[in-house]
């Protein structure tokens, strides 16, 4: 049996050391050296081929093209394609050929990992390419492809010469600072960068000298009783010297009176160990200083970094290096030797003040140097900030924040005018929780810059210092503020909120990877088994009596949905695009492969079940299919006397009552809106607006009255979540910026990550919207008011906290996804364009939409405390399939996302210009709607819904959540004043008639038993493990033949000729690689939404309104009821609701609707 690919990773990676790869490597070299030799003598000839499977797609940019960046061997990802990156090393041994086209080597990364590297097709290109390459020789491999081999090791395979050139290592300090740069702009991980830059310290010629110097300077300081400063003398002798042992001493010294010296000690003994021979003395001389010496610790704590919270006055920063003319006379006779001796011999003579300036001076000498070594150690600082990890909890002090502050400060420290050294000291303050220790620095750095402390005061760098520093501060300042006044919004935590929300506990969420590992074994499991019992004659119609169903079960198992052949997308993405960076990749792998495992076993697996009367529903499956079990109560009632297309209504139950899950945060509307039409000069309603997609895809056009022309059209939104009224709000004021790009609109609205200039611009429009929440007209007594506290908290937490990094964020959509949304990564098998499924992947897999998303969506990822969890998000689900595929007609060389990305572009715009042009004014407010009576401040929100006179509605899917009179009394009530248009769609409506489901014609009818939750027979049968030999009844037989008439019709030509009349079966593989639960779903709906849709508008019966809304307002103008247009959607794999249903009414019996919403 073949290894799977888990299995093959496995042995791969536990060969994979670095004695194994070299100890391999030989073997086969000699192996292959014997064959050699036997192949001359014999006179045989060798034949090379290579698998088409196994070759690595076409590179994406050039070799040497400036646009790569670095990857090391331990980043390197299985069966995929490096975009983009370049694997940088040596030859560690020596070359071996596999034949006269090929050749094999290992080869070592800048960080010592080792991977071996097999070439093809020399003999395609020069002589000089097919040369032997010698031990230590330098080489670059753009976009490496790695791929596990037939023996069960993984290497990397390069196909073509041209990927694969010389490299000449860095030497000086400038070549290893550019490389580490490189690192640093597009590397998953910081290792590669900080090697880099440590390299490039080493390189600098005098760096032992400075430290020297540095360290000399401390002892005159210690002497003079100027402990702080002697500290930061050491601290920066260190720092260039790690193995200084008098610089360490001088460090402790320093800070014996500080608190600070017992963590200056434990990371004495852990750098400085290695680096000489003399670390017991320097234990013996810590024990003298301290009175004990602290056990060395494995890694960096908040100990170690204490003193880089002071100095405690701005008097301490004058003279921290080197003052302002010994630094410009670096002219001295005898050079800094002279100034060295000098100092010696002051020092000797107790004139430590003088001593100290000497060696001063002497540093001076290499004030290039020094300004180098600033720069790396600031630029080590920032390649850390990069190392921000989403599962990391607030404040944590983690090992890399903890050596990011002691580099930034010792960068401050070499050059007190580096304003980038600063900036990120109060980055690593605030991410380690010391927010006010960065503003006190930040004053600090304002006034010695002020006053002239620093060197080089009067210097357009020290200017440039202050106005960065001051911009910084400011900032520090408004967060500062606006967290003291954040609080939790909830005593339970948003995690905490989710797990109940999803019924899971902690231990059950850790145990995900696990769950997932036995899903696909599971799944591959039954594959086989269903392929066995094929082959072994189940499909010819053998075996006992009672064998009917199982016969129909082979029969479909052997149908055209066995034979389809599914779109490999888990093994296609990786190899054309690679894993997005911050992903997990083996994790993401198994995610797609589940996903394909599903496409290619769910149609015909199901279908099989379907046709042969075998499919059960659990118990989970019931009460999804009928929301609840109060529908089941209804039917039971009537004596399980049901029939297709009969509605089954549960919101009238006493003490039931359906309700909006306010657990849940959305950052987009969940189903698309359908084109509703507004109207210039007029007010439009939309309640539960979520993401204004009611407005964006608007159909405006002028009222018919002469009164409303030349006036805007007045936008009204009213939303019971704060968040989405707090983010609406923001994009609201971002559509009528003239400042902010469109394109930072489409981040903020939908991205899971920004751009920096994206970020800038949200946090300006939050600003404005804060303000006018906090102003005085806002806080004006009325049912409908801009204020609310929640709205604000949302607000000010946006703009107290940073974001999380692009990775972070990549690793928390993926995660929700997987988590809310794992099905969605199946509909890509559904696409026919491999084009439409690479960017739909990179979608799903990281949320990103638009260009250099470079941090993590504040309004996704950073909410205050205790806020509702984020939905299972698809941003896609804004447009409905028909609006792609007319974006797709007009531009067929564009992908599925670029389309969706240029279409709600246009949309924006467009509003953007109404907008601007004063012919559109938006107004959001958090309101709830309830039936009325139900509560007075429900009747006033209402109340002031009818005093707007609002000319059209937009009631989303509100209706789902009433009891159907309580809504149309509420409905015309806010109508009271004529001339209203109400649009509205339903997208629970399929769980109140039966027959929408095809589970409710089978035998059995298994959508309205509750099975056993104790049992296993359902599940038992829902895997097709056994059959049912009693046979079937003439009334089974009855309901099989309808069901498989559904099957045929869903499944088959008809499906396929409608997909091809609507030009569906251009983007879409028809039917979809899903189950035909969802397929069948669809046309029974097709069937039976006009039942549910008369039922609808049957209780808004006027006769009743007296007895379920007494407090309802009737008039001439609401006393009507006339139905407009109805709509149902059209299929699409990645819509979250195919079903939904669509339809507009009036309750003004003088309005023509045929004429009001005609287009």
Partial sequence: MKKTHEQAAATAFSNGSRAGLIRRFNKDRERFAQFERERQISGMHSLATTFSMDIKPQMSCSAGGGETAPILADELELSTTHRGRVLLGRVAEGDAFLNGSSSAFLLEDICGNMVEVAVYNLAQSTPEAACLLPMGKGMAIFEPFCKVRQDGTYGVRVDHPAELTAWEAPAKAEEWKSLGNRFVRDSRGVQGALLCYRSALEALSERETMALLLSNASECQLRLGANWKAARFAAAATALDTGNPKAWLRLAKGLKDTGAAEGASRRALRLADGQHADLPLLKTQLSQTLGSVPERGATATWEEAKWCLQPASVTEWEGVLFGEEQCKDNQTEGGWQHLRQQGGRQFAAGQFSEASQCYLKALAFFDQDLNRASILFSNMAAARLLESSSSKAAFSESPSDIEGLIESVVSALLDPLNAKAWMRQCRFLERLGKRPAAITKLEQVTEATRCKHFPYAETSRASSLLSSVRAELSQLQERQGHTQLSKPLSSTSTEQQLRDRLGKTPQAADEGVEDLDQYIARVEAMDFRHKMAVSKGLGKGKGKAGTEMGAILAQAWLGPLSKRKCPEFHTEYPKQRGWPRGLDAEFARKILYSAYLDCKLHPWHVEGLMRSGMFKFGRDAVIKRWHGTAPLRVIAERGLNVRPGDVVDARHFQGISKKYDARIRSSFANNPNRQETMFFGTTHV???????????????????????????????????????????????????????????????????????????????????????????DSKKAGALRLSNMVVAAYLRHWLAVEPIPAEAARRRWFGNAHLQNRNVFGAVGSLRRQGDRLAMLSYLLTGELGDAVEVGSLCMWSVPEGSPPLEAELALNALPAEVFLEEASASPQLDLVALFCGRVTRDMQRVRWLRQSGDLTIQLYWAVLRPLGLSADGDAVAAAVAALRPYTFSWSNVIDYFELRQFHALARHCSQNGNAVHYAYSMNWT???????????????????????????????????????????????????????????????????????????????????????????WWLCQEYHEQWLDHFFQQADISTMSRCAPTATLSRSNRGLTRGRKSMAMQCPFSRACTSVYMSWTYDPNLRLQVVISE
């Fill in 686 to 776: 939309a309640v539960g607006f979520n993401d204004l997609g009611s407005l964006l895809g608007a159909h405006f056009r002028p009222a018919g009255e002469p009164e409303l022309a030349g006036r805007p059209l007045r936008f009204v939104g009213l939303e019971m979540s704060e968040f989405s009224v707090a983010k609406a709000s923001v994009v609201a004021e971002l559509l009528g910026s003239k400042k902010c790009p469109i394109s930072h609109v489409l981040q903020v609205r939908y991205s899971s990550g920004w751009s920096r200039c994206a970020l800038k611009s949200f946090r300006s429009a939050c600003r404005v919207v804060l303000a006018q929440l906090e102003s005085e």
């Fill in 991 to 1081: 769980s109140e008639v039966f027959g929408t489901c095809i589970a409710d014609l089978m035998p059995g009818f298994p959508s309205i038993s509750l099975p056993d939750p104790e049992g296993t027979d359902g599940a038992n049968a829902s895997l097709g493990m056994k059959a049912d030999n009693k046979g079937l009844s003439l009334q089974d037989q009855m309901q099989l033949k309808a069901v498989n008439e559904i099957l045929d019709m869903a499944l088959g030509p008809v499906a396929a000729e409608l997909a091809k009349e609507s030009g569906m079966d251009n983007l879409f593989a028809v039917p979809f690689f899903d189950t035909p639960l969802n397929m069948t779903s």
